[in-house]
């Protein structure tokens, strides 16, 4: 298809696991951002790259976060040792360069740490 | 900074029944204004958007919003509701960042459609 998928849909870990989420953006969509969605919550923004470089890091909520986007466009984001309030649904979004370029959203990773 | 309050957390009307869904925010700096719809176990799609000129939006499936400056609102309309808008609607404002929109997302409205 020709929309943002993420990977996998559903995860379980324990705590104190690490967990590795995917996301394949548009083809061609230079800016990812990565958005955590606790139940019964707005999107909160995690992080943002252009191409593979992270311009903004700043809601990544500990050191235990980690996103990476190498060559420009596959993104995974990494989360280590797992905590439970870390479970959420993790959106990826994508978009072209433009200001006005309006985001396209994956369906979600819906996290959950036991 | 941006923030976005959406004043009810569910809405329930009756199908058939018109809707407002409302929205307030607050910017030190011009905005952009969004409301998304979010299906179950799916991820967020557009409805519709203010970047600029008339203050009254038109999205998808009838849906309609109005820009209101002096308000700082955004309220979401639909005249006329069915059983398929049953979702959750976020309203968000933006910020340019290097180039790109950084969405703040409002807490979220569930809209209940009853028969």
């Known amino acids: 298809g020709a929309g943002v998928s993420q990977s996998p849909r559903y995860k379980v870990a324990k705590r104190g696991q690490d967990v590795a989420l995917r996301c394949d953006p548009i083809s061609g969509h230079v800016s990812l951002f990565w958005y955590q969605q606790a139940l019964g919550q707005g999107p909160e923004f995690l992080t943002y790259?252009?191409?593979?470089?992270?311009?903004?890091k700043s809601g990544l909520p500990s050191d235990r976060f980690f996103a990476e986007r190498p060559e420009g466009s596959v993104s995974t984001l990494k989360i280590q040792r797992t905590q439970q309030e870390d479970s959420a649904v993790y959106l990826c979004?994508?978009?072209?360069?433009?200001?006005?370029?309006?985001?396209?959203f994956g369906n979600g990773t819906r996290l959950t740490v036991t | 900074a941006q923030s976005v309050t959406q004043l009810d957390s569910q809405v329930p009307v009756f199908e058939e029944a018109p809707v407002e869904l409302r929205c307030n925010y607050s910017?030190?700096?011009?905005?952009?204004l969004f409301w998304y719809v979010q299906y179950p176990n799916q991820g967020l799609q557009l409805l519709l958007k203010?970047?600029?000129?008339?203050?009254l939006v038109k999205g998808i499936n009838g849906f309609e919003a109005e820009f209101n400056k002096s308000q700082t609102s955004f309220h979401l309309r639909k005249p006329s509701v069915h059983i398929s808008d049953t979702a959750e609607y976020f309203c968000a404002v933006s910020a340019v960042i290097q180039g790109a929109q950084k969405l703040v997302f409002g807490q979220g409205t569930r809209l209940t459609i009853n028969p």
């Open positions: 910017s030190s700096v011009s905005v952009y």
């Open positions: 790259f252009q191409n593979e470089a992270q311009l903004d």
């Open positions: 979004a994508s978009s072209l360069q433009q200001k006005n370029s309006p985001l396209h």
């Open positions: 203010y970047l600029s000129g008339s203050t």
